[in-house]
């Protein structure tokens, strides 16, 4: 059972880094589809770059060994983060297809919270 849980953290928490760098990255040189996206929920673009270093730094947090109680504060971060995204999505009247990357997202962060092994906690 130990072993199974550390795979599913590592898978999750793996694809979880991968999303957040990925997006955190086109949010910080500011895609032009990032700052129209932003435009139509309503937001100012320089949260973009505000919201990306935040995922930056919050994978970093979460690889990085040892200090449990920063990981904590980066997954309590991406959890509000990501579940404002799909809120947002919602609120604006999006269609599904919107909100499904955050969606994902969000299945990951809770993966790898829980599945986090024993010294990653705080």
Same mark, same amino acid.
């Given at each position: 059972?130990?072993?199974?849980?550390?795979i599913i953290?590592? %898978?999750?928490? !793996? /694809?979880?880094? =991968? +999303?957040?760098?990925?997006t955190?990255?086109?949010?910080?040189?500011?895609? @032009? #589809?990032e700052?129209?996206?932003?435009?139509i929920?309503g937001?100012?673009?320089?949260?973009?770059? %505000?919201?990306? !270093? /935040?995922?930056? =730094? +919050?994978v970093?947090?979460?690889l990085?060994?040892?200090?449990?109680?920063? @990981? #904590?504060w980066a997954?309590?971060?991406?959890?509000?983060?990501?579940?404002?995204?799909?809120?947002?999505?919602?609120?604006?009247?999006?269609?599904a297809v919107e909100?499904?990357?955050p969606m994902?997202?969000?299945?990951?962060?809770?993966?790898?919270?829980?599945?986090?092994?024993?010294?990653?906690?705080f």
């Open positions: 059972m130990k072993k199974r849980n550390k953290y590592w %898978i999750a928490t !793996i /694809w979880l880094s =991968l +999303g957040m760098v990925s955190g990255t086109v949010q910080i040189i500011r895609m @032009k #589809e700052v129209e996206k932003m435009n929920l937001y100012p673009s320089y949260f973009l770059t %505000i919201i990306g !270093i /935040w995922k930056i =730094l +919050g970093i947090a979460i990085i060994p040892k200090s449990p109680l920063i @990981k #904590e997954y309590a971060g991406f959890f509000f983060l990501i579940s404002g995204a799909i809120f947002t999505h919602i609120a604006v009247g999006d269609k909100y499904f990357g994902l997202l969000l299945i990951l962060i809770i993966m790898s919270w829980y599945f986090r092994p024993t010294d990653r906690r």
